[in-house]
């Protein structure tokens, strides 16, 4: 009779148990910046060297654009004065799931924030808490603006519709989120267009501009 209780104390206390699983680290976006050309980034240069998973995050004229969320790399294309968020994270099956890229100007309507805020918040629901990491990037900002001449009211404006868009952008991340999203410095030469890949397995941010 003891044996038999002591097995069965045993087997209630082995009940629930699981081999230790290394836990998956936080995902961080590196972001790469430099000018077009076979010799700056080799075949992570290439927009669309694997097309058949990514996705092409179409932004037309002034209307915003916000990507899906799922596993697939992002691109887009022609940036100017646009500021853009991307986020990478690690959904409940342990699997890097990218949210962005967005691609707006600075200065959107409030249907845009409306729209991503709720993409955000199915971000949220759709990663491990934590687990995840926001960048902003883009934008133009005039360093040292002219303080005479034709364009530095223009200079002037244009800074302070960037660090409007930038607030903005980090006020609802850190509300929906709880987090605030890092800024990826002097993202583009001044003056150019640029082109942005996520690449979501391997976490990288390329912010490639026309040489």
Not at 148 to 166: D, H, L, Q, T, W
Request: glycine share 8%; with cysteine.
């Amino acid at each position: 009779m003891a044996k038999e209780r002591l097995e069965k104390i045993q087997r209630t206390k082995s009940v629930g148990k699981s081999p230790e699983v290394a836990e998956s680290p936080k995902p961080r976006i590196t972001a790469f910046v430099g000018p077009r050309g076979k010799d700056t980034f080799g075949e992570h240069g290439k927009l669309f060297s694997n097309e058949a998973q990514t996705e092409y995050v179409d932004q037309r004229g002034r209307e915003p654009a916000i990507s899906a969320v799922n596993e697939l790399d992002k691109v887009s294309r022609d940036y100017y004065d646009c500021t853009g968020l991307a986020a990478i994270g690690l959904n409940r099956d342990g699997k890097k799931i990218s949210f962005f890229l967005t691609h707006q100007r600075t200065g959107n309507p409030e249907d845009f924030r409306d729209q991503l805020i709720a993409r955000l918040q199915q971000f949220k629901r759709s990663v491990q808490p934590g687990k995840f990491d926001i960048v902003i990037f883009g934008g133009k900002y005039h360093k040292n603006p002219k303080s005479e001449g034709p364009f530095a009211k223009k200079f002037e404006r244009r800074n302070e519709s960037y660090e409007e868009s930038v607030a903005a952008l980090k006020e609802l991340a850190v509300d929906t989120l709880g987090v605030e999203p890092r800024i990826v410095e002097d993202t583009t030469a001044e003056g150019t267009y640029f082109n942005v890949k996520l690449e979501t397995a391997g976490e990288r941010l390329y912010i490639i501009y026309r040489d």
